[in-house]
């Protein structure tokens, strides 16, 4: 059954996942983009299924306002938007920003507002957001602790972080071989050098070192993680954090 509030492909741009050999194309793809569309379906229901366990950590109480930082394509900000009354959201790439913003407006989503930003240097004002969710983007940031102050900072002193990231193992350099010989293949003028090199396009931090930055900066109230399969496998973790008291 679909979930109602994930946008499907007929939703954003005609054409944004068509192959291009351009730095812009480059973009979509790192933000993820095909992830929830093109991909294998292993990848497809995995990258789903993170943003259900993530609505579920988040609960059900309508907050005021929410921050998605590096919301990529956009593609949480339709549940985001059910779930608070105001939702930010920023990335770093204009390109991303542009589907999210043609999505939004063909959704008729009216409490999203997004901006092209840098995550490390947000134009909010202290104490925003009663929410900030960071799913995804902490592996592409390499001054890990520099980005989770600024998120301290935005958020209200009784209010909640959400990030999640991937779990670099065996299983998960699995599906990026399984992707290496599907999906990346027809793009390998693009993204021959991280391919070619089995890395994680894009991805500067492991998941220790963010486990660690983040258990510095924010005191962690829940942990969760997503399995390739019951029991075992380990491939993606989800932290729900609070401010320190100061």
Not at 72 to 93: C, K, M, N, S, T
Request: aromatic share 14%.
């Amino acid at each position: 059954m679909k979930n109602p509030y994930f946008p499907q492909l007929s939703d954003y741009p005609a054409g944004m996942l068509t192959p291009k050999k351009n730095a812009s194309y480059a973009k979509i793809v790192e933000s993820s983009g095909p992830a929830y569309f093109y991909k294998n379906p292993i990848a497809r229901f995995l990258f789903k299924r993170r943003l259900k366990k993530a609505l579920k950590m988040l609960g059900a109480d309508k907050s005021v306002a929410a921050l998605d930082a590096g919301t990529g394509v956009g593609y949480f900000l339709p549940a985001l938007a059910a779930r608070f009354q105001r939702v930010d959201a920023i990335d770093y790439h204009r390109e991303s920003i542009e589907c999210a913003e043609f999505m939004i407006k063909r959704k008729n989503i009216g409490n999203v507002h997004l901006m092209v930003g840098d995550i490390l240097k947000m134009p909010y004002a202290d104490n925003a957001f009663d929410a900030v969710v960071c799913l995804s983007a902490l592996e592409h940031i390499e001054n890990l602790q520099e980005a989770l102050i600024e998120m301290k900072r935005v958020l209200k002193p009784d209010g909640i972080l959400l990030v999640g990231y991937p779990m670099e193992n065996l299983l998960m350099r699995f599906f990026l071989w399984l992707d290496r010989r599907t999906f990346f293949k027809k793009y390998e003028p693009i993204f021959a050098g991280s391919v070619a090199k089995g890395e994680v396009m894009g991805h500067v931090s492991s998941w220790r070192q963010i486990d660690q930055c983040l258990e510095k900066v924010f005191y962690v109230t829940k942990k969760d993680y997503i399995a390739a399969a019951p029991f075992f496998g380990r491939i993606y973790a989800l932290r729900l954090a609070k401010r320190y008291v100061e």
